[in-house]
């Protein structure tokens, strides 16, 4: 059993809920999670820091989207080093030019995705954890987006596969109908222990809620059996604008 996680760290903050006060309350949460791979949406090289110090048994995989090195918001992915070894990892910009820092279609900020194969040394169970923040705005890239995603997956050639992200999009929208469309589900959908908790609020879930955030698995290679949204404060206090959602899996 693998615990596959995603959380949008909100790059910086608003008043009351500032990045130097949430490091912290975000890093704990991961720590009690204690996930195998996690991906993070909004994750810039600060906090790309701050979790690697806080969180020294993971290593990660992933690049800045605005020159593919250390500026903008990374979409990395998070994991165990000592329990996996990492391959066949990369990165492509969700846009008409995947190989470089770029924006596409019409897209109003420049997104990007992060792919890694892990394998499990003391077993040898592979799968492959890919990672994204779809455009808030983009109808067209956020359908392309999916579509990019869907056809890299396809390429590992029968590897299990999982793919977290902020999609930006609802349930029944293009994009998440495009992601379920093939080989991929919503684990949310699919795991017998589930729950149906929003993930956006906006630290006001009073009148913020809505679901964005997803787990997605390839249907044929990867069984969710537990689904949860991390909808818990810590010491009080809301760690992002988004919850963490996680997937416990096992690979068939």
């Not at 699919?190 to 390839?218: K, M, Q, R, Y």
Request: hydrophobic share 35%; glycine share 8%; with cysteine.
């Amino acid at each position: 059993m693998f615990r596959i996680l995603s959380t949008n760290v909100l790059c910086w903050g608003k008043e009351g809920h500032e990045i130097e006060k949430r490091i912290p309350l975000l890093c704990r949460m991961l720590k009690e999670a204690k996930p195998d791979s996690f991906g993070v949406q909004e994750a810039h090289i600060q906090w790309m820091k701050a979790i690697k110090e806080s969180l020294p048994e993971y290593d990660y995989v992933g690049v800045g989207r605005e020159d593919g090195k250390e500026d903008g918001e990374f979409s990395a992915v998070f994991y165990l080093k000592d329990k996996f070894d990492a391959s066949e990892s990369g990165n492509f910009w969700i846009s008409e030019t995947p190989e470089k820092p770029s924006k596409g279609w019409d897209s109003v900020c420049t997104r990007i995705a992060t792919f890694v194969k892990l394998t499990e040394k003391s077993t040898g169970i592979s799968y492959v954890h890919f990672n994204t923040h779809l455009d808030h705005i983009g109808r067209v890239a956020q359908v392309n987006g999916a579509k990019m995603i869907q056809e890299k997956a396809a390429s590992f050639g029968g590897v299990p596969v999982v793919c977290t992200g902020d999609f930006n999009v609802e349930q029944g929208s293009d994009c998440y109908q495009t992601m379920v469309s093939a080989n991929m589900a919503d684990a949310r959908m699919l795991a017998p222990d589930s729950d149906d908790s929003f993930t956006f609020h906006g630290f006001d879930p009073e009148n913020t809620h809505v679901i964005i955030d997803f787990v997605f698995v390839d249907r044929a290679t990867v069984e969710p059996k537990v689904f949860k949204v991390i909808n818990k404060k810590i010491d009080g206090e809301f760690y992002s604008d988004h919850y963490a959602i996680y997937s416990d899996v096992e690979i068939k």
